[in-house]
């Protein structure tokens, strides 16, 4: 279970558009609106730069990072640590995804 749950999600701006229209080498700023499973805990907000890089295997990397303690807001938002995930195309046409905590 995820301890909570993204609602609304906006791309503040576009800071490099990656390579090859693809999302390789993409940074975005971003903004994501957290709620917990729990009327008793309003909603957070988390302004944050996101980074997609794709290796040469096809694996690819997204990595989030809190932008909170660099850009402070008038309203209070929380602040997240480093996280993204790996994720891996597999050979029946899934993908196997690895979640990363920093």
């Known amino acids: 279970m995820f301890p909570d749950i993204v609602s609304r999600v ?3 701006e576009v800071l490099s558009t990656g390579v090859a229209m693809n999302y390789n080498g993409a940074l975005q700023v ?3 609106e957290f709620q917990l499973p729990t009327p008793l805990v309003p909603t957070r907000e988390s302004y944050y730069v996101r980074y997609y ?3 040469a295997d096809g694996t ?6 809190s932008l909170d303690n660099i850009c402070p807001s008038p309203t209070p938002r ?5 996280s993204g995930c790996l994720i891996q195309e597999m050979p029946n046409g899934y ?4 979640g990363l905590k920093m």
């Open 10 to 12: 906006l791309i503040l």
């Open 30 to 32: 971003m903004i994501a």
């Open 53 to 55: 890089k794709q290796h």
């Open 60 to 65: 690819w990397v997204v990595v989030d990072v």
């Open 78 to 82: 929380c602040r997240r640590r480093p």
């Open 95 to 98: 993908s196997k995804v690895h």
